[in-house]
């Protein structure tokens, strides 16, 4: 049985990572702020002492907008997608242990209409990206066993930690009585849906892939509006939608405009479509029948 670490176990990833861990054959060890914060410097010595063999960082920073124009928030998405994940990275290397750390699409440009794969340059254009991508250029420095994974628009059952925010699934299900829904027809990148990221992670481990980048997104992308039709055609509903661009809705981050996530190293994930309607299907808070 192998020991495992869950760090941010109460956020929406977290939460499908426990569970899809707590199946298996693991001795799962799950930590959230409450019993390990990750910028104190105590709590290496607290992972140390654990001695876990996989250590797996589900935190993140992701307020996008406001780490744009607010040098504080700067300062923290810096410590929290970059300098943490190194810290995490050096106390695997010096246990021999595997780390799992996770990025996002945002460290692409979004200029490349025909999708990313894992070895393409990363050049961001926010600050949140760069983020992140300095926190894939310090693990990589560090070393040791590392799987980085790059997700996108992560959807899944909202976490319990009070950080975690609705997803856009969630928000849209929740508009679906309103009369006429703005959505902005832009912005084309691929659906995470969160248990099947988690499901990614384990195999990972269990398959002993080569360490390294790979992309967890589920296949196939979408831009908003087409994400928010495929929603409301599930659920059975029918708000009068209104595609619109990305100027409708000024936000002070730049967003890639094409950012699908292509998977050249693993089995394909399964379709976003198909993991939408698994969620759509499982969702418990849901008040409407899904559509065959």
């Known amino acids: 049985m192998k020991s495992i670490l869950i760090l941010g176990a109460k956020g929406t990833l977290g939460q499908a990572l426990l569970q899809e861990f707590s199946h298996s054959d693991y001795q799962v060890t ?3 702020r409450e019993e390990a914060d990750l910028t104190d410097v105590s709590t290496k010595e607290k992972i140390l ?4 063999e996989i250590i797996v960082n589900a935190t993140g920073y ?3 907008d406001k780490c744009e124009v607010d040098s504080v928030e700067k300062e923290m998405a810096f410590k929290i997608n970059a300098t943490v994940p190194e810290m995490l990275a050096q106390i695997a290397k010096d246990l021999n242990a595997i780390f799992v750390n996770y990025s996002s699409d945002y460290v692409f440009k979004g200029d490349k209409e025909s999708g990313y794969t894992e070895n393409d340059l990363p050049d961001p254009a926010s600050i949140y990206g760069e ?3 300095e926190g894939e250029k310090l693990v990589q420095a560090v070393g040791g066993k590392y799987y980085i994974i790059r997700p996108s628009r992560m ?4 976490g319990i930690s009070i950080m975690s925010k609705k997803n856009f699934v969630d928000i849209m299900v929740g508009k679906k009585d309103e009369t006429e829904i703005k959505v902005v027809n832009e912005e084309r990148s691929s659906p995470t849906y969160a248990p099947d990221l988690a499901k990614f992670t384990r195999v990972l481990i269990e398959e002993n892939k080569p360490f390294g980048i790979y992309h967890g997104a589920n296949s196939g992308a979408c831009t908003w509006y087409e994400w928010a039709e495929e929603i409301f055609k599930i659920i059975g509903a029918n708000p009068k939608l209104a595609a619109v661009s990305g100027d409708e809705f000024p936000r002070p981050a ?3 405009q094409f950012s699908e996530l292509l998977n050249t190293k693993m089995p394909p994930q399964r379709s976003w479509q198909d993991a939408l309607r698994a969620y759509l299907d499982n969702h418990e808070p849901r008040r409407f029948m899904v559509r065959n």
């Not at 002492?49 to 876990?52: E, F, G, R, S």
């Open 30 to 32: 799950a930590w959230d």
């Open 155 to 158: 959807f899944g059952t909202a």
């Open 62 to 64: 992701n307020v996008v």
């Open 49 to 52: 002492n654990l001695q876990p």
């Open 131 to 133: 983020s992140k991508f």
């Open 254 to 256: 730049k967003r890639p």
